[in-house]
């Protein structure tokens, strides 16, 4: 069966850290992968999504690059985080006619 | 990308039967409507899609009207652990660079 592991948990980080959250998938081949930002009681904001190893795709402009060096791995950057930059982020894949199957999320706290 | 519209809240009781309805007027041809349930601090789970008239699985059924302008998440006899965020999302399966608009969601509180 497929899984998608994404971590760390919950992760606070000063304002002009670094930041990179890893996110990797088990039991498929050449997934799409999507990296989505939730602000509290809001909907899900896609950030950037990627058909294949090496092939990004951003939705919006942002402090924030993602980067897909294995077919499996998908990995969310900051070179300095912004305060805006908190919130809830959360992987994906997703294989055509089939739904989204979520990480469990990375609780981002910008101080 | 079809745009959906879904009441923000509702609530319920135990042993209820629930009906959340979504508005997606501009639906196209290929667009399929998928439903998601999520709850605090935790990625959304996929609960039910369809195309068209009904469909059930172990947990909902989803209707969707001839038109398929709108269609309706239907959870029989809810219990408190069906509180949740409920998404309604319409998109092309079949496009592999397709990408869903979320909305805020319908927030449900199941109560004693």
């Known amino acids: 069966s497929q899984t998608i592991h994404q971590w760390p948990a919950t992760l606070v980080q000063p304002v002009g850290s670094p930041l990179s959250l890893e996110c990797t998938v088990e039991?498929?081949?050449?997934?799409?992968l999507y990296w989505y930002r939730q602000a509290a009681g809001r909907g899900l904001q896609l950030l950037f999504y990627?058909?294949?190893?090496?092939?990004i795709s951003s939705e919006v402009p942002q402090n924030l690059s993602a980067s897909r060096p294995q077919d499996r791995q998908f990995i969310l950057s900051s070179k300095k985080l912004l305060l805006s930059d908190s919130g809830f982020y959360l992987c994906?894949?997703?294989?055509?006619?089939?739904?989204?199957?979520f990480g469990s999320g990375t609780r981002l706290t910008v101080v | 990308l079809a745009k959906t519209t879904q009441p923000i809240s509702m609530d319920s009781y135990e042993g209820q039967e629930v009906n959340i309805t979504c508005s997606h007027n501009?639906?196209?041809?290929?667009?399929?409507i998928t439903w998601y349930q999520q709850f605090p601090s935790q990625g959304p789970r996929f609960i039910i899609q369809?195309?068209?008239?009904?469909v059930t699985n172990e947990v909902a059924s989803l209707f969707i009207p001839a038109d398929r302008k709108s269609s309706t998440l239907s959870l029989p006899r809810v219990s408190l652990s069906d509180t949740a965020v409920y998404y309604c999302?319409?998109?092309?399966?079949?496009?592999?660079?397709?990408?869903?608009?979320w909305g805020a969601g319908t927030k449900l509180i199941i109560k004693p």
């Open positions: 999302l319409v998109g092309d399966m079949g496009d592999s660079n397709y990408q869903l608009i």
């Open positions: 994906a894949w997703r294989r055509a006619t089939s739904g989204y199957t």
């Open positions: 039991g498929t081949s050449n997934p799409n």
């Open positions: 369809g195309y068209k008239t009904k």
């Open positions: 501009n639906i196209a041809t290929n667009d399929y």
């Open positions: 990627s058909v294949g190893i090496g092939q």
